[in-house]
Structures are given as structure tokens and as C-alpha cells.
């Protein structure tokens, strides 16, 4: 899927057994936010040709109260409110830039939030991953919401998962 992310060009592929390189479509992101947010796991994130493999995420819908959609459509969060595989980009705090990809049908204003790559310019997944879920994190509503998705083990999480489930 190619889209516009903050003015520049962003590409993410899926992991698929066997391995190969293919874009996502529209379609891949209108599923459940909780069905599409483990499968970009392992995917490829590049902006500008920089990136690598997503290694963990978390889940947003507009029921959720830490979800940017939960009190309705905004000149900010717009976008959620629109067709799923569009971008969702804002900056948090004023430091970080954030990007989330809009997941299920229009207007239900659910969004995966890309939260840790592993830094690498293009390898693709060589072996099988384990993916693991547990409680998103910097959040002060819905905090027990198991909705934080990420590669077990990987020293590129944001944070390393407590007593994680496998997903």
C-alpha cells in the first residue's frame, strides 16, 4: 500500500508464508483492527526507503476511550472516520511523530498504531515469529485492554511485554 505520510511516500508489505514481497491493499485494513493489528507483525514499514519489520503495535476503535476517535470526528482525527488503509499521522506530546493505519468498514474510526520497527533497510522475515500480546502502555484510559500486539523477544520494543500472551 502505497500512501502519503506527512508528505512523504509510505510503503508496508505484508509477512506471508512462503516469504515474497507484496504491497497491501485497501482490503487488507477492513478487518477488525484486533485481526489486522497482529498481522502487521512481522510486515515491512518503510518511509523514504527507511525502515523494517513492524515488531509491535496496538489496537484503537472508536468505543475505546484512549482511542483519538472516541469523542466523535475532529478536524485532527478525521481520517479514522474514513475508509480503512488510509494514514492516521499525528505527533504526540509535541516530540513524536505517530502513524496509524484506519482498519474496518468507513466510519468506524478504528486504527492500528505502529509502535516499534526493528531498524533495518528491507530484509524480510527469514523464520517464523512469535507474536505476543499483553496491555498497551502511555495510556491512562482502557488501560487493561490486552490490545498491544508485538514480536516476542525483540530488543526493538518500545517496551518489553509483562506476562504476555501469545496471540
Known sequence: ????????AT????????????????GFFARSVHEVAPDLI???FFVDGIGGPIVEVEA????????HSYGGPTARNAVMFGPPGRVYVYRSYGVHWCVNFVCEAEDSAS????????????????APLE??????IGISKAVDLPWRYGW????FLSRP???ATKS
Not at 1 to 8: D, H, R
Not at 12 to 25: G, H, M, Q, T
Not at 60 to 67: R, T
Not at 131 to 136: L, T
Open 42 to 44: 512481522g510486515a515491512t
Open 152 to 155: 516476542a523477544g525483540s530488543r
Open 111 to 126: 486504527a492500528v498504531l505502529i509502535r516499534a520497527l526493528m531498524p533495518t533497510t528491507g530484509f524480510a522475515r527469514t
Open 131 to 136: 507474536i505476543v500480546a499483553g496491555p498497551r
Open 1 to 8: 500500500m502505497l500512501s502519503t505520510c506527512v508528505g512523504k
Open 161 to 163: 511485554f509483562k506476562a
Open 60 to 67: 484503537y476503535h472508536q468505543s475505546d476511550p484512549a482511542a
Open 11 to 26: 510503503d508496508v508489505a505484508l509477512r506471508e508464508k512462503p516469504l515474497r514481497k507484496r504491497k497491501l491493499a485497501p
